[in-house]
């Protein structure tokens, strides 16, 4: 008998893009691997330290001092100083305090190279100062109940993977708070921006809001154990559980211990200003949202007979608040929910808000609502931080991954009352909010600055900025650079010549040249850890899952590590490396709204490759919402073989505004990109990536024979070129003393 005959055949197919050959000599990792293993493993058993030297104004050492790290205390010694040794390769959060002086949190990496001791200097305070901290949207809801949810019904989610389920809800949120309390917990009063209601069983959704969401109750402890003790209410979500969700919330806030304003059963409860005691000073605390929810049956505010938040619009009831406040209190803060969402600077109408709101003489201003940290103005004399972003919050959107938390000294019995400020960088890494320290933290200080108002300024720190909003530092050159430039094209990367607590703020030449300056939109192509956490090393950023794309300190061209992308003759797919996150481009700031933003962006970056196989990226125009596709393509970079480090560039440019996708007519506004490594043609390969950015092109001047300056500091790291002869250009760089 024929077996074949009996035996049905099955096709086995091999499609090239998804198949891989067996290696008949494989051993393990690639030399490479090895190496960085290796070197991996000998930095894990370092231990490093670090010098501090704490002075005061004068320059004079502060002994006897106290410094935190961990739950350790530790004192300087009679020149002021303090080393610490048997670190880990982490970066260490320290809390640093003095009597009589400002207390300071900082963000230090261990493993910078130091050649001598750190100064901090420490300002003096009145004994009758207070320190107020404020922190901005905040919520325990949608992706961290279900990581699938976009909006919340009427069920209560339990899913396995999710950070918050309603079994450990109290754990989950102390956990998910636990790297920004230093900043919170030992300050004198702590606020937040709640922005969701709190309740136990969800059932009386709103009927037509498209984003609505709830928070645990046990997950207010999370905010506790940081040390909150007041939360705003006056936004937009607050009513997104109508009548029952709004005093769910009200009853659930007032049992975890927090005062609160700006939301109440009628227009009289929700106006109200809230007097709080904080030391020898009366705050009086008022909050309120200008998205009132009229384009819906069942709006979101107060009225005299429904509850919900105050209404920010009405300026009658408005103005008697504040007033209220003013006159009831030592120092009144308003807080504004309200403005574009995703913008970088206050809209035309929440500037109106913020001039019309500072006549009522309040002596501070805060805002909400944008996701997007903003900056810092003065309006009337009047202080306002003109927007914190997000501060535990669970958007995916990369823009809103960077936050700010503000420090606001003040002492009542002075002129001004609010002293000092302070901003403190927060790291969404996952939902989970961090501080962070190094480039990232000074990346978002410069640009906080560069879109505050002019007469204030911020100076760069060790994880903070510190806020000017009179008086401020003199600003010093600490670099000049020099370049010969041939005729043509050229992009400078001015990262390389400069530390990233300063900026580029002036330019001679000799020649004519068209100059474009611009910021990169991605933050995380330097592949480095800058935040407080337990991890070491980490990239969350990049999707890198295989052995065969993992961070590697021998792929480092600045900084201590890069990325290692690595592929053997035997794998004959590509290996991809995407970013996580869609990059959308930048709304024209500042402007009138967020509908106008600059198209022009470069991908841009630094590879060295070993036998390396072709790099190339693949880019994605899509909308900003809803992704809706544009144009795909994969574009090469550099073709493959051995080379040390160079640059790649490939310039973007979005489909004008007449093109548009979907119902609502989207124009293209967002990248997603990939990075590509082909096979070898024999052999092992490995491309090393670092400094990657997306820039995006956004403010043109040419240059003859003259100088341009900057008028403030700010975060534009990129400079592309263009002249039809040789010119010569210096550039300085400057920081606040």
Not at 347 to 354: A, G, L, Q, S
Not at 703 to 722: S, T, V
Request: aromatic share 8%; with cysteine; glycine share 6%.
């Amino acid at each position: 008998m024929n077996i074949y005959n009996l035996i049905p055949f099955v096709p086995v197919m091999c499609f090239i893009s998804a198949c891989s050959v067996e290696d008949p000599y494989e051993t393990g990792p690639t030399q490479a691997q090895q190496e960085e293993q290796q070197q991996q493993q000998e930095q894990q058993n370092q231990t490093r330290g670090f010098t501090l030297q704490l002075l005061d104004s004068n320059a004079t050492a502060l002994t006897d001092a106290s410094v935190q790290l961990f739950d350790n205390q530790y004192r300087t010694d009679a020149q002021g100083q303090l080393t610490l040794t048997d670190l880990s390769n982490n970066n260490v959060t320290l809390t640093i305090s003095v009597p009589g002086y400002e207390r300071i949190v900082m963000v230090v990496n261990s493993k910078a190279q130091q050649n001598q001791p750190l100064p901090v200097v420490l300002k003096k305070v009145t004994a009758t100062s207070s320190e107020l901290m404020f922190g901005g949207d905040t919520m325990f809801g949608r992706r961290y109940m279900d990581p699938s949810l976009t909006t919340m019904g009427n069920l209560l989610p339990d899913v396995e993977e999710a950070m918050i389920r309603p079994g450990n809800a109290a754990s989950s949120a102390i956990a998910l708070t636990q790297f920004v309390k230093p900043i919170m917990a030992s300050a004198d009063f702590a606020s937040v921006n709640l922005e969701s209601p709190v309740l136990a069983t969800p059932s009386t959704v709103h009927p037509s809001k498209e984003f609505a969401f709830f928070s645990l109750p046990d997950t207010l402890q999370g905010l506790t154990a940081i040390g909150i003790d007041y939360v705003a209410l006056g936004n937009n979500h607050v009513f997104d559980y109508q009548q029952k969700g709004l005093e769910d919330t009200i009853k659930f806030v007032e049992q975890a211990g927090f005062s609160h304003s700006g939301a109440g059963n009628n227009t009289t409860e929700a106006y109200a200003p809230r007097l709080v005691k904080v030391g020898n000073t009366t705050l009086g605390l008022v909050s309120a949202t200008s998205i009132t929810g009229d384009d819906h049956l069942v709006t979101y505010i107060a009225t005299a007979n429904k509850g919900g938040a105050a209404d920010l619009t009405d300026s009658t009831a408005l103005s008697a608040a504040v007033e209220q406040a003013s006159e009831s209190s030592d120092y009144a803060v308003v807080q504004l929910h309200g403005g574009d969402e995703y913008s970088y600077a206050p809209t035309r109408y929440i500037n109106n808000r913020f001039e019309f709101v500072s006549r009522r003489a309040p002596d501070l201003m805060i805002a909400h609502h944008p996701h997007v940290a903003q900056g810092f103005g003065l309006y009337n004399g009047v202080p306002a931080l003109l927007g914190l972003g997000n501060f535990v919050f669970e958007q995916n959107r990369h823009e809103t991954l960077l936050g700010v938390a503000v420090s606001v000294r003040v002492d009542p019995t002075q002129s001004p009352k609010t002293q000092s400020a302070r901003a403190y960088p927060v790291y969404l890494e996952d939902y989970q909010p961090k501080l962070v320290s190094g480039f990232l933290s000074d990346y978002l200080i410069r640009r906080l600055a560069e879109f505050s108002s002019p007469e204030v300024a911020i100076v760069p720190g060790p994880g903070f900025g510190d806020v000017y909003f009179q008086n401020p530092p003199s600003v010093q050159e600490v670099e000049t650079v020099t370049l010969n430039l041939a005729a043509g094209e050229h992009l400078v990367d001015l990262r390389e010549y400069a530390p990233s607590n300063a900026f580029l703020s002036k330019i001679s030449s000799t020649g004519t040249a068209d100059v474009t300056l611009g910021r990169d939109l991605m933050w995380f192509g330097d592949f480095e850890d800058w935040d407080n956490d337990n991890e070491v090393n980490e990239v969350t950023r990049w999707e890198h899952e295989s052995d065969d794309i993992t961070p590697c300190l021998t792929g480092a061209m600045r900084g201590t590590q890069g990325m290692c992308l690595s592929r053997t003759q035997f794998n004959n797919r590509p290996i991809r490396m995407p970013f996580k996150q869609t990059l959308r481009t930048m709304p024209i700031t500042p402007s009138e709204s967020t509908l106008e933003a600059y198209s022009e962006l470069s991908l841009f970056g630094y590879a060295k490759g070993d036998n390396a196989g072709a790099l190339s990226a693949e880019l994605t125009i899509v909308t900003a919402e809803d992704n809706l596709e544009f144009s795909s393509e994969e574009v090469g970079l550099i073709e493959p073989g051995s080379y040390n480090w160079q640059t790649f560039r490939h310039d973007i440019t979005l489909p004008d505004d007449s093109q548009t996708l979907g119902p609502e007519q989207l124009p293209a506004r967002a990248v997603k990109l990939a990075f590509k490594q082909a096979p070898p043609e024999q052999g092992e390969a490995t491309v090393m990536l670092d400094q990657l950015a997306l820039i995006s092109w956004q403010k043109s001047f040419s240059l003859n024979n003259r100088l341009w300056q900057a008028e403030r500091m700010h975060g534009l790291d990129f400079m592309a070129l263009e002249t039809d002869v040789p010119v010569t250009l210096t550039l300085h760089f400057s920081a606040y003393d």
